[in-house]
């Protein structure tokens, strides 16, 4: 009897809850992830990542910007649904602090909405927690002085970004945005790791199980335990919540700025949350919309894309049951199926 009445549940999926809207998203980014550490280690040694594939649905054959595989710019890309180069791009190359006074519309010349506007111009509560300084380009583009007025329904003012929260330290960052979410949790909220990069910059990045990328790996893992401890124990977030999860870019020895190189440009794109099959791939799930690229490096103009981490934020806001970002041109038409 109890097995029969909890079969249901358990067949619904992560949190064996029925397709209860999604509520809350939280944006992941790690940077310099390369997958190649994920497999090379066993499940059992990261069980966090091991959760977020079975019961997330992903691929780890995404693809970064076309012309860029850097940091800043690409960030830039998940945030505006943008690639970099061209009329339609955000056209930000730089990967240093912006100078003072610089925004992504002063570089542009013209306003670029962002994930954030569209989520805070629709009364949701938003925040960004990073661990570079040069992320303070996305608090300055979108402040109480440059982001957009906001004309969708109830004005909510021009600064797109509630909360912004920047420490180089991963663990005092993860812990307090799952501080932050348990007293007031935003609807939408995007969290850059850097520990990878960094490792990846000094010392390589070899994915060798024991090498220091490994072990860093290994602490990306915990902070992604700390975000699900954060939903399963929060009554507000548990069985609400998604988490979209992706990189900028991949590596190679000590670097990643060859954007011609599978190694750079070869990412992981997993979603988990209610309504997702868990273990699915995103391309099986998306065979009309998206083409896997095998080891290939497609431009904007093939047909289907790849998925891409820059149509992190389009998903984000589709999943909350939102439009795209004005402006994009990465998964502008928001039909990235995750579930069957
Ligand atoms: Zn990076």
């Not at 990542?49 to 019961?55: E, P």
């Not at 013209?110 to 990073?130: C, E, K, N, S, W």
């Not at 060798?208 to 860093?216: E, F, I, L, Q």
Request: proline share 7%.
């Amino acid at each position: 009897m109890t097995f029969l009445r909890l079969l249901p549940a358990l067949l619904l999926g992560v949190a064996g809850l029925a397709a209860e809207p999604v509520r809350y998203v939280i944006h992941v980014s790690v940077d310099g992830l390369r997958t190649a550490a994920v497999t090379a280690l066993s499940a059992t040694s990261l069980p966090n990542f091991t959760r977020l594939r079975l019961q997330g649905a992903g691929t780890d054959n995404a693809r970064c910007d076309f012309d860029f595989s850097i940091t800043l710019p690409n960030h830039t890309t998940q945030l505006t649904g943008r690639g970099i180069a061209g009329p339609a791009g955000h056209n930000w190359s730089n990967n240093t602090d912006p100078a003072p006074g610089q925004t992504l519309a002063t570089n542009k010349g013209a306003y670029i909405a962002g994930v954030f506007d569209v989520a805070h111009d629709h009364g949701l509560r938003t925040a960004a927690y990073v661990s570079k300084s040069k992320f303070a380009l996305f608090a300055a583009s979108w402040d109480a002085a440059n982001g957009a007025p906001d004309t969708t329904g109830p004005d909510h003012g021009r600064n797109k970004i509630d909360l912004y929260r920047h420490d180089g330290n991963t663990a005092a960052l993860v812990a307090q945005l799952a501080a932050d979410q348990r007293a007031q949790p935003a609807r939408y909220a995007f969290l850059h790791l850097t520990d990878l990069d960094s490792v990846g910059h000094a010392l390589g990045w070899d994915p060798t199980p024991g090498s220091p990328y490994s072990n860093a790996l290994l602490r990306i893992d915990n902070e992604l335990g700390v975000l699900f401890r954060l939903v399963d124990e929060s009554p507000a977030l548990a069985g609400r919540t998604a988490i979209v999860f992706t990189a900028d870019h991949g590596g190679f020895e000590k670097n990643h700025g060859d954007p011609t190189l599978a190694v750079d440009y070869t990412i992981p794109f997993y979603v988990w949350g209610p309504g997702v099959t868990g273990g699915a791939d995103l391309y099986a799930l998306n065979p009309a919309t998206r083409a896997n690229p095998g080891s290939g490096r497609p431009g904007y103009d093939a047909g289907p894309q790849p998925i891409r981490n820059g149509e992190a934020g389009n998903v984000c806001l589709q999943l909350l049951g939102l439009g795209p970002i004005p402006g994009s041109t990465i998964g502008a038409a928001q039909d990235l199926a995750v579930g069957r």
